[in-house]
């Protein structure tokens, strides 16, 4: 271990003390620093330090305020607010500290507050409950992370109105509409600050690293992700770094030589009424999927006609329904069913085409159960995130035998209805799967068996 010299080690401990004071912002945080403004905004590309900004201007503001001061910080969830509250915690004087403040690296600021000299605080809370999360305060000061919603918004600034306090928000207009913020700006009544990404505003990336961020991103939101516009473009596909190179022709000759796990993905096509079924070998290790082979019904179908044709599928290349590791399908019932979901449904049915006696599929002996995939507000666009990411990094790759999901690759713009909205079923059931293993943040996944 590296002997740091005397005054190295003075240094160390005047930074752990006032990390303000070996702050350097970029020239977009400090332009937004010097506004003097009651209301402003910060508005960026991902990686531009807009979170820091939030914190050195909160901290600021508590010293120039004084004992008592009352800020909120104003998260969306509660595992964004632990991002937040450890950059808080890493910049914060100790100076302003009260003796009862206690941090945690896993848990965040005890209480969710930070307790300051002088009875002040600052508290993190998060827009999950409405609005009314938002009440019940008289603040001084209060910071957004992340575009807020409208409720939210106008609550966080009644909380300030009786003191004359500020109000700041740093966001990348992804996520929410955000007109409501934008007429507030063309009306004076926020001022506005654009932090893009570059070198410049980025000064720990190097070009080459913002180039693989601009290839990896959505093209759809460019231009809010990297210059943190107001609003995306309406690309010619979604799936912006696709091309043809992550294709291939031969499983054996393109599949690593090592160890890898065997998924399948389903969609229950509800405007054909039929079933999209895909086939795929991954290394969760190194978030890694190759796409194998693909099944579509002609149609509306029944669960042991898709059961016996996903089993084809499979034995094409050499696998039975042991070999699966884990399997994936959407929530609804396409049809197929008013009573049980159709994971359920073809879980049994997969297993009487197998071979498991009835008795046995009766008290859930199944060899092969298909989980409901994971959904929620977001989740499409997430998902498509991840798999332009893998497909940038070269971490996805694609069958030739899949032409519904290259289809999809190549010509969904992310519409969710119209005739366009037809080539997302095989893209559906691709995410279904792949997300989970492809998502490089992935935490506390269950591991799968390897062969």
């Given at each position: 271990?590296?002997?740091?010299?005397?005054?190295?080690?003075r240094?160390?401990?005047?930074?752990?003390?006032?990390?303000?004071?070996?702050?350097?912002?970029?020239?977009?945080?400090?332009?937004?620093?010097?506004?003097?403004?009651?209301?402003?905004?910060?508005?960026?590309?991902?990686?531009?330090?807009?979170?820091?900004?939030?914190?050195?201007?909160?901290?600021?503001?508590?010293?120039?305020?004084?004992?008592?001061?009352?800020?909120?910080?104003?998260?969306?969830?509660y595992?964004?607010?632990?991002?937040?509250?450890?950059?808080?915690?890493?910049?914060?004087?100790?100076?302003?500290?009260?003796?009862?403040?206690?941090?945690?690296?896993?848990?965040?600021w005890?209480?969710?507050r930070?307790?300051?000299?002088?009875?002040?605080?600052?508290?993190?809370?998060?827009?999950?409950?409405?609005?009314?999360?938002?009440?019940?305060?008289?603040?001084?000061?209060?910071?957004?992370?992340?575009?807020?919603d409208?409720?939210?918004?106008?609550?966080?600034?009644?909380?300030?109105?009786?003191?004359?306090?500020?109000?700041v928000?740093?966001?990348?207009?992804?996520?929410?509409?955000?007109?409501?913020?934008?007429?507030?700006?063309?009306?004076?009544?926020?001022?506005?600050?654009?932090?893009?990404?570059?070198?410049?505003?980025?000064?720990?990336?190097?070009?080459?690293?913002?180039?693989?961020?601009?290839?990896?991103?959505?093209?759809?939101?460019?231009?809010?992700?990297?210059?943190?516009?107001?609003?995306?473009?309406?690309?010619?596909?979604?799936?912006?770094?696709?091309?043809?190179?992550?294709?291939?022709?031969?499983?054996?000759?393109?599949?690593?030589?090592?160890?890898?796990?065997?998924?399948?993905?389903?969609?229950?096509?509800?405007?054909?009424?039929?079933?999209?079924?895909?086939?795929?070998?991954?290394?969760?290790?190194?978030?890694?999927?190759?796409?194998?082979?693909?099944?579509?019904?002609?149609?509306?179908?029944?669960?042991?006609?898709?059961?016996?044709?996903?089993?084809a599928?499979?034995?094409?290349?050499?696998?039975?329904?042991?070999?699966?590791?884990?399997?994936?399908?959407?929530?609804?019932?396409?049809?197929?069913?008013?009573?049980?979901?159709?994971?359920?449904?073809?879980?049994?049915?997969?297993?009487?085409?197998?071979?498991?006696?009835?008795?046995?599929?009766?008290a859930?002996?199944?060899?092969?159960?298909?989980?409901?995939?994971?959904?929620?507000?977001?989740?499409?666009?997430?998902?498509?995130?991840?798999?332009?990411?893998?497909?940038?990094?070269?971490?996805?790759?694609?069958?030739?035998?899949?032409?519904?999901?290259?289809?999809?690759?190549?010509?969904?713009?992310?519409?969710?209805?119209?005739?366009n909205?037809?080539?997302?079923?095989?893209?559906?059931?691709?995410?279904?799967?792949?997300?989970?293993?492809?998502?490089?943040?992935?935490?506390?996944?269950?591991?799968?068996?390897?062969?």
């Amino acid at each position: 271990m590296r002997e740091y010299a005397p005054h190295e080690r003075r240094l160390i401990r005047r930074a752990l003390r006032d990390p303000l004071a070996f702050h350097r912002p970029t020239p977009a945080q400090q332009a937004w620093h010097d506004s003097d403004a009651r209301i402003k905004l910060l508005r960026g590309g991902n990686q531009v330090g807009k979170t820091t900004a939030l914190a050195v201007e909160t901290f600021r503001a508590a010293e120039d305020h004084g004992p008592g001061f009352q800020g909120r910080i104003v998260c969306y969830s509660y595992p964004q607010s632990l991002v937040v509250q450890r950059k808080f915690h890493d910049l914060c004087p100790r100076r302003l500290l009260d003796a009862e403040a206690h941090f945690h690296p896993s848990r965040g600021w005890r209480h969710r507050r930070i307790p300051l000299k002088g009875g002040g605080a600052i508290d993190f809370v998060t827009t999950e409950g409405g609005s009314l999360a938002m009440a019940s305060a008289t603040l001084d000061y209060i910071g957004f992370d992340e575009p807020p919603d409208p409720g939210s918004w106008s609550e966080g600034v009644a909380r300030v109105t009786a003191t004359g306090g500020r109000v700041v928000a740093t966001l990348t207009p992804v996520g929410r509409p955000m007109g409501y913020l934008r007429a507030q700006v063309d009306e004076g009544v926020v001022e506005d600050f654009a932090a893009p990404l570059s070198t410049e505003n980025c000064p720990w990336l190097t070009q080459a690293q913002i180039d693989e961020v601009v290839a990896a991103t959505l093209e759809a939101e460019r231009p809010q992700r990297i210059e943190g516009a107001w609003e995306g473009v309406t690309p010619e596909r979604l799936l912006s770094a696709y091309s043809d190179d992550a294709l291939f022709d031969d499983d054996a000759a393109t599949l690593p030589k090592r160890e890898l796990s065997i998924g399948l993905g389903f969609d229950w096509a509800e405007r054909s009424m039929g079933t999209v079924g895909l086939l795929a070998a991954f290394d969760r290790s190194t978030h890694e999927v190759w796409f194998l082979d693909e099944y579509e019904s002609a149609g509306k179908t029944t669960v042991d006609q898709d059961a016996i044709a996903i089993l084809a599928m499979l034995d094409r290349h050499g696998l039975s329904l042991a070999a699966v590791d884990v399997a994936f399908g959407d929530h609804n019932s396409a049809g197929k069913s008013q009573l049980t979901t159709v994971n359920r449904l073809m879980s049994e049915a997969l297993a009487r085409a197998s071979g498991v006696p009835e008795h046995a599929i009766a008290a859930g002996r199944l060899p092969l159960r298909i989980e409901a995939a994971r959904k929620g507000g977001g989740s499409v666009m997430f998902g498509a995130r991840v798999l332009n990411l893998a497909l940038a990094s070269e971490r996805l790759r694609i069958s030739r035998r899949c032409a519904r999901l290259i289809d999809g690759c190549r010509h969904w713009r992310g519409e969710k209805t119209g005739r366009n909205a037809e080539v997302k079923d095989a893209l559906d059931a691709a995410r279904y799967l792949a997300v989970p293993i492809l998502d490089t943040r992935t935490v506390g996944v269950s591991s799968v068996r390897l062969r």
